[in-house]
């Protein structure tokens, strides 16, 4: 059976990223004293309410405060957009507040590894060494050269180099075999970090743990924040995580490819055709049980979905398998704190730049038993620069969303890049009220909760060939303008 490695797919489904968006600048920077000066300003109640009828922009139909509608078209009919969106604003106050970076070391990791951990006796890779295990990698190298480097793509003079150097590969494992253990060594209890230097011009992980059962069915793994450079130009990426992998949860010969995953409408039934036995709800109070193990109290569950391998992809063989996701998000004031896409990355476009993740939380159950956790970007929330931040009107937030969404979307469509885009539909079914982390452009040492006005939905669009939705993962806003100042945020920018 050909099986994907299941810890790495469940950091795939748990760390996706979006779609590139078309190279057209429409973000100024942000400076953060006029945006802290404007949001001291006496606050304002945020109030939902009906927008005058302007011209290209039709009168909105909402009944209540709750919900919004209306519609647009650009500079021709190819270009549509229709807002029926449920309008969601916690009742605040809403700060902004100092955030940096969180890292994880021995100390800070070794709560995670004893309570995901336990009950498993988990070994480094050093320790699990043993005659059994090089016996296997001295086969595989022996069948790998006497098959004349299968896969070897360099330049046919060379390929007796290459050989010569596997045969001394192979003769390193034969004396590690000598000396090797029968058995494995001394399980792991505690988190020790190693570390190593970056390469010239590459960006390295810095410090790492992992650990794994020794017939390799739990897998425990902390990454600690990167150094790295390029040329001569250093920087640091901001990339703690900490992830623990059970394989053992999953039933045998399953599909291990859980990269898609689909809503749940009801969460106290079973999905139909899951093969679950436990609702989603249960599946969320064991989540929520777990984080209070942790000590993790400044979270709430964002979203219960069904993670699946998707029908019909090619290479998995096996008995399709299904899991509930279960996705957190942090809280300040009762506000959440959004992760608008995987990580904004600061610097020069040319050249490779630093990084800092954005905030996540995951869990994965099969029934009642864990599958994979997956906690990374840690905030560390500092000062608090405004209690209350004076917000613009919804009214004018909304003509800030006429404007932006033609400027960032509407310029696809003239684009030869995406394949001659002839019709654009935007859907917006949801308007949400959130916190952001948003940084000063080339830093990534530190940065601002801020208040944002979040846009999702659907972007249609439709090609001479084909067509598809360029806001595919309904979780992640398409569009995010700062509350305070109407500006837009680039995700991926971080600003």
């Given at each position: ?206 410090g790492s743990f992992m650990v794994q059962s020794a017939d390799k069915k739990q897998i425990f793994q902390v990454r600690t924040n990167a150094t790295g450079a390029h ?265």
């Amino acid at each position: 059976m050909k099986r994907i490695t299941a810890f790495f797919v469940f950091c795939l489904l748990l760390l996706m990223g979006c779609q590139p968006t078309p190279a057209v600048e429409t973000v100024p920077p942000k400076d953060f004293d006029a945006l802290i000066e404007k949001a001291q300003a006496n606050p304002a109640p945020v109030l939902v309410t009906l927008m005058p009828e302007t011209e290209g922009l039709s009168a909105p139909a909402a009944e209540t405060a709750e919900r919004f509608q209306t519609e647009f078209y650009g500079n021709s009919e190819s270009f549509h957009v229709v807002v029926d969106a449920e309008v969601i604003q916690p009742e605040g106050p809403f700060p902004i507040l100092e955030v940096s970076p969180g890292d994880f070391d021995d100390e800070s990791a070794q709560p995670f590894f004893d309570v995901l951990t336990e009950g498993y006796t988990l070994y480094t890779a050093g320790e699990l060494e043993t005659k059994a295990s090089l016996e296997k990698q001295i086969s595989e190298m022996q069948q790998f050269i006497d098959d004349g480097l299968p896969g070897y793509d360099g330049p046919a003079g060379k390929k007796k180099e290459e050989i010569k150097h596997w045969k001394k590969e192979l003769e390193k494992l034969k004396q590690r075999y000598l000396t090797a253990p029968d058995e494995p060594g001394t399980p792991s209890t505690r988190v020790q970090l190693t570390w190593r230097e970056p390469a010239k011009y590459d960006t390295q992980i810095a410090g790492s743990f992992m650990v794994q059962s020794a017939d390799k069915k739990q897998i425990f793994q902390v990454r600690t924040n990167a150094t790295g450079a390029h040329g001569k130009r250093k920087f640091n990426s901001k990339q703690a995580v900490v992830m623990f992998c059970n394989e053992a949860a999953l039933p045998e010969n399953v599909i291990h490819a859980f990269y898609q995953s689909d809503a749940i409408e009801d969460r106290d039934a079973i999905p139909a055709g899951s093969g679950l036995r436990f609702t989603p709800r249960e599946a969320q109070n064991q989540a929520e049980a777990l984080m209070k193990r942790l000590g993790l109290t400044d979270f709430a569950v964002k979203d219960v979905r069904l993670a699946h391998a998707p029908e019909g992809a090619d290479g998995l063989i096996g008995v399709p398998c299904c899991l509930y996701s279960v996705s957190f998000v942090r809280m300040v004031n009762g506000i959440p704190v959004i992760r608008p896409t995987n990580e904004s990355s600061s610097g020069n476009e040319a050249e490779p730049r630093p990084s800092w993740t954005y905030e996540t939380l995951s869990m994965t159950f099969h029934d009642a038993d864990l599958y994979g956790f997956a906690y990374g970007g840690p905030l560390v929330l500092g000062k608090t620069l405004v209690e209350d931040a004076q917000l613009m009107s919804f009214d004018a937030i909304m003509e800030r969303f006429d404007q932006m969404v033609r400027m960032k979307y509407e310029g696809m469509m003239a684009d030869p890049g995406w394949g001659g885009i002839r019709s654009m539909e935007v859907r917006v079914d949801r308007i949400e009220l959130t916190l952001e982390r948003v940084i000063q452009p080339d830093n990534i040492d530190g940065g601002l909760l801020v208040p944002v006005w979040s846009f999702y939905g659907s972007i249609l669009c439709t090609r001479p060939e084909d067509s598809f939705n360029h806001a595919y993962d309904p979780t992640v806003p398409f569009l995010t303008l700062n509350a305070v100042d109407g500006t837009l945020i680039d995700p991926m920018k971080g600003y």
